[in-house]
């Protein structure tokens, strides 16, 4: 009777504990409904529909959603291994019914050698179409999403991808998959067969009408979005075709377009008329932009004729050779102002070959003279989450986006209780189990005893402790293991310090499976470089790397890169390396440890000051974020979300089982 008492009282706590924090989040979230414009609830209500619309399709044929869906899509990669990766994790989705049944879905790499950029992979993509469905292509309604690359400013992608990366909506969660196929579906009644190109790390936030508007069927449409003008400073820009007559007042309009600027400066932006004229700017549903405003960039479609044209001029070259973007190269050729001046602008080009401009002419030729629109979408707007400021904010800060995306804070976990396995850890590490989690926090997929305390503006997925854990403010942790039973000491409580990005990485090493778990400050620059002769400088942990070396009884030469270390072994002593250099993405600054909890546990210890308490970090094989993506274990990762799946879904059904029982 007394241990029915007890267990009562404990599930009647952490039941309090999650209403009081639900409790929060509604009050919160109702203030916010009381001062968004109706604009907002606008969006809201569409946003939520059309979320609402794909949920329904999860797990059925495409053929029971009484509308069309897209016939087919197509996710770009990197590389074979990321092919590979991503072909797994459609698999695994599949297998959940999280997606549409029969969808087919593709995954389409980039051949190896020098990146060819989303405008290479188009053409790669557009080859693969052709080999696929013949003829048949060019009856297709086509989403391509193009999700190669590292996600360096976001490393909890790294591995498994930006387009799998997981959002605090629906159970099971969805991923960005998810929302990339639901987010453009109310487009295909409004399109004729042909390409709808996106990136894997944005959001739109929009409101459609039922009008009779549709996207031309010729040339390229592209999504515009009202945006104070230093946005446009950082995207692409358009100059729309008599933009004094504009009715910003309506919901949608199809406007023809004399260019498109990519990253402009205010001075050229206002040169070539892209700045809409007055001081405030109203827009459909009451939405306004103080200052000067333009219209800027996100999705686009293009029609059979360029499809055509794209697909012949990939024949007529054979290997690309360079780097081309669908946004830098594509775009910027169309309009009848469009020079092919752009193309001697290569500051973000990542690596410059010989051929590099006699390629972007030829994209310029290819595609000059045709037809560009703009899909004018005055009750929307564009947002980016590539990076971890981004994530949090986003997740956690942004009221507003999170209501009008119906992004909620606690997705898909369980809290159980302290075990009674884990009760001589309580008493060690003085542990009370009060818990708390902020009504700001964002957790995901993950599992954790009910006395945690998460504090404000955290992420957390994928994630399972067994003893209570408190996380700091700022914090993002991702793929993060800790079980006491494989603990090597328990001498003090999990504590995460503040502004922390923490995340564990399964490799193959030394023949086996191993586990690397990377730390970084959240503002930390992974791809700031610097002379290998200045590393120590390199700004780490709100520190430098010299500081941390120390800290870890470390030498610069323990973390150089391999390709460095080599070239340093064939010089004489007149030899300098002055000019290699170096990031936190490819120094080997983590070791790999047997387990998830090993690792973990260590990065702790190397996070903490007490100097005089830690081993030489140098004692194990050391890797790199660089190493971890050549080496990266995704089976073994998928197992362990997998496995985290099943345990979660078991957890939540005991307690309602349990709550159940005492009823």
Not at 260 to 270: S, T
Not at 416 to 432: A, G, H, V
Request: glycine share 6%; charged share 20%; net charge neutral.
């Amino acid at each position: 009777m007394v241990m029915m008492m007890m267990m009562m009282m404990i599930m009647l706590s952490n039941l309090v504990r999650h209403k009081t924090r639900a409790s929060k989040i509604c009050n919160k979230r109702k203030s916010i409904a009381c001062i968004m414009t109706a604009a907002g609830e606008e969006v809201a209500r569409f946003m939520n529909k059309v979320l609402e619309d794909y949920r329904h399709l999860r797990g059925k044929s495409i053929k029971t959603c009484g509308r069309r869906f897209w016939d087919v899509v197509l996710i770009t990669t990197a590389d074979k291994p990321q092919q590979e990766a991503f072909g797994l994790q459609v698999e695994e989705k599949r297998n959940r019914n999280e997606l549409p049944l029969d969808l087919p879905i593709h995954i389409v790499s980039d051949p190896p050698g020098i990146r060819i950029g989303n405008g290479g992979s188009t053409l790669t993509a557009l080859e693969f179409l052709e080999s696929e469905y013949g003829p048949d292509m060019y009856s297709k309604k086509i989403l391509l999403i193009h999700a190669g690359g590292w996600s360096q400013r976001m490393p909890s992608a790294t591995i498994l991808g930006k387009v799998f990366s997981l959002l605090p909506h629906g159970s099971p969660p969805y991923q960005m998959l998810d929302l990339k196929l639901a987010l453009y579906w109310p487009f295909v009644d409004k399109m004729e067969a042909g390409i709808f190109v996106t990136c894997a790390d944005d959001f739109i936030v929009y409101c459609l009408d039922d009008g009779d508007w549709r996207l031309p069927a010729e040339g390229f449409t592209a999504l515009a979005h009202p945006s104070p003008i230093e946005v446009g400073r950082t995207h692409g820009v358009f100059v729309i075709k008599d933009v004094t007559s504009l009715d910003t007042s309506c919901l949608v309009e199809v406007r023809g377009c004399l260019e498109i600027l990519q990253k402009p400066n205010d001075e050229r932006m206002k040169r070539q008329g892209a700045v809409l004229p007055g001081d405030v700017h109203m827009f459909a549903g009451g939405v306004s932009v103080e200052g000067e405003a333009v219209y800027t960039d996100s999705s686009f479609y293009f029609g059979i004729d360029v499809m055509k044209k794209l697909l012949n001029f990939k024949k007529s070259v054979g290997d690309l050779g360079c780097e081309i973007d669908a946004y830098g190269d594509f775009l910027q050729a169309l309009g009848e102002r469009a020079t092919s001046d752009y193309i001697h602008l290569t500051s973000n080009v990542s690596q410059q070959t010989s051929n590099l401009l006699a390629r972007r002419q030829a994209v310029f030729d290819c595609l000059k003279g045709s037809d560009v629109h703009v899909l004018v979408l005055n009750l929307s707007k564009f947002v980016h989450i590539g990076t971890t400021r981004e994530l949090i904010h986003h997740f956690c800060e942004d009221d507003v986006f999170q209501r009008e995306m119906s992004l909620e804070k606690d997705v898909f976990n369980a809290w159980p209780s302290l075990s009674m396995n884990n009760e001589e850890y309580e008493k060690q590490c003085d542990i009370k189990a009060i818990g708390g989690i902020s009504s700001s926090a964002c957790v995901m997929h993950s599992l954790m005893p009910g006395a945690s305390q998460v504090a404000g503006d955290c992420v957390i997925d994928y994630c399972h402790f067994d003893i209570p854990v408190t996380i700091q403010s700022k914090c993002i942790l991702s793929n993060c293991q800790f079980l006491c039973s494989k603990s090597s000491k328990l001498s003090s409580p999990l504590i995460i310090p503040q502004q922390m990005f923490i995340h564990t990485v399964p490799v193959f090493a030394l023949s086996s499976t191993k586990y690397v778990t990377v730390f970084f400050h959240v503002d930390d620059n992974l791809k700031k470089s610097m002379l290998a002769a200045d590393v120590e400088s390199l700004p780490f942990l709100s520190s430098t790397v010299g500081s941390f070396l120390h800290s870890q009884r470390m030498n610069v030469a323990d973390v150089l890169p391999d390709e460095i270390k080599s070239s340093q072994s064939k010089l004489t002593t007149n030899d300098s390396t002055s000019s290699a250099k170096v990031t936190l993405w490819n120094l080997k600054l983590f070791p790999a440890l047997e387990s998830m909890t090993l690792s973990f546990e260590e990065a702790l210890n190397a996070m903490s000051t007490q100097v005089s308490e830690k081993a030489a970090r140098n004692e194990w094989q050391l890797f790199s974020l660089a190493d971890l993506l050549r080496l990266k274990d995704v089976k073994s990762m998928l197992h362990f979300r997998n496995k985290l799946f099943k345990q979660i879904q078991q957890a939540l059904s005991k307690n309602m089982s349990d709550l159940s029982s005492l009823k």
